[in-house]
C-alpha cells in the first residue's frame, strides 16, 4: 500500500463526532486549513456529523463528508438529530460511511479528533482497517478532557485505553504541558505516554476576505463580544451578561451577544427580545467569521470552550470567563489554570446569578492585563507543531516499501 502511495498527493483523513457545539468541527477546520497552507499537494478530507458544516468557508483542497447527525442529550443519552431511526440504526449508518469513506480515499494519515474510538465506537472499525493497510493513526485531544474522576470511569466503560495502546501511532495534546495534562489523574501505562506529543494551542486568524460588518449600532465603536459557542448551553452566561446591562447601563462598553446556532429557540426570541430593550445591546444568533468580530471587539466574556480560549489568546483579548460546570469540568479546568497564570479573569455561575457581580466584573475587565503581558511563554505553537508532525508522516510514507504493519487487536 505504501508503494501505490509514494507518488501521489498527500491525503488526511479527519474525524469530528460533532454531537453537540461546534467545538471539535472548529478545531478540525483550522488545523485542515493550516495543512493545505503548508503543502500545496496536500488534500484533506473532514468526517463530520456537525449539521451546519455546510455554513463554513473551506479552502480550496479541504472538504468535507457530513453523517446523519446525532445530539447527545443533558442525560448523557443520544438521539438521532434528524432522521426517524433508532440511534443505534443511526450510529450504525454512520460507522458504513466512515468506512467506506476511508476505504475508498485511502489516507496517508488519520487524525481522530477528542474521542479514541468515536461516537459509540462508530470508528473503531475504520481504525482496525487504516490499521491494516499501515496508515499511520493519531488522536488529537484537547488541553483538558474532564476531570480523572469522570474521564476514568468514561475511558474504562469505552474501552478507550487498549485502542490508545494497539491502534494509535501518536497522541497530539493541542495545549502546552506547563498548563494543563489532559490525562492528569489517570493511570496510563508508560507506553501510551510515551506516544503524547504536546503542540502548544492553535492560532487563529481573522479571514483575509472582508466580511461584512454586522448591522448593529456601535459596530465602529469599542465593543465587548460575548459569546457561548454552539449556544446549546449558552443561557447562563448570555442571561447573566443582560441582568448586568438591566442593572447598569453605563458599563465600559456595548455589548454584542452572538447567542449560537444551537442555542434553542425559546431562548433566542428572549434574549433578542431583552436585548432590544436596552440601547447598548445587540444580539445575533450567528457569525461562520466570528474571528473577525474577536480581532475587532475590545474584550470578550466566554464559557471558556477550547476554541474561545485559543481566540482569546490569539487575538490577545482581555476576557472574562464564565466557565459551565456540568456535565464536563473541561472549561472550569481550564479557566482556572488561566486564571492562575493571569492570562484572563473568571466568574463562577453560583445559580444566584447577581447582576452587580457581573457588572463589577465587566467593570474591571479595561484594567486587566492582556494575556501578552500576563506570560512571555509561547503558548500558540500548535498549527506550525503540527504540520511538522504531519510533514514527518508524509515523508515517511513515501520512503517505506509496500507492506503491512502488525498490530495486536484490542480487546
Known sequence: ???????????????????????????????????????????VLIISGSPIIGSFDFRTRVDFV????????????????????????????????????????????????????????????????????????????????DEPAALAPEWERKKVLPALRDLYDEIWVYGREEICDPLDGLSIPASVRSKMRYTGYLRREASSTPAPKPNIPFADDPFLLVTAGGGGDGEPVMDWVLRAYEHDSELPYPALLVLGPFMPYEQQTEFMDRASRLDRVHAITFDSRIEALMSRCAGIVAMGGYNTFCEILSFDKRALIVPRTEPRLEQYIRAKKAEEWGLLGMLVDDGDRSPRAMAEALRLLPSRKRPSEASNVDLLGGLENVQSFVRNHLQKTVRESSGTVPFRRPA
Open 1 to 43: 500500500m505504501a508503494n501505490s502511495r509514494a507518488h501521489r498527493n498527500g491525503r488526511i483523513l479527519m474525524y469530528s463526532h460533532d454531537t453537540l457545539g461546534l467545538g471539535h468541527l472548529r478545531r478540525c477546520r483550522a488545523i485542515a486549513h493550516s495543512l493545505v497552507e503548508m503543502d500545496p499537494d496536500v488534500s
Open 66 to 145: 457530513r453523517v446523519p447527525g446525532v445530539i447527545k442529550l443533558r442525560n448523557g443519552d443520544y438521539t438521532s438529530l434528524s432522521l426517524h431511526m433508532d440511534v443505534e440504526d443511526t450510529v450504525n449508518l454512520r460507522s458504513s460511511i466512515i468506512n467506506h469513506t476511508a476505504e475508498a480515499f485511502d489516507p496517508d494519515l488519520f487524525i481522530v479528533d477528542k474521542e479514541p474510538l468515536g461516537l459509540r465506537g462508530e470508528v473503531r472499525d475504520t481504525l482496525l482497517m487504516l490499521k491494516e493497510r499501515g496508515t499511520p493513526l493519531v488522536l488529537g485531544l484537547r488541553d483538558v478532557m
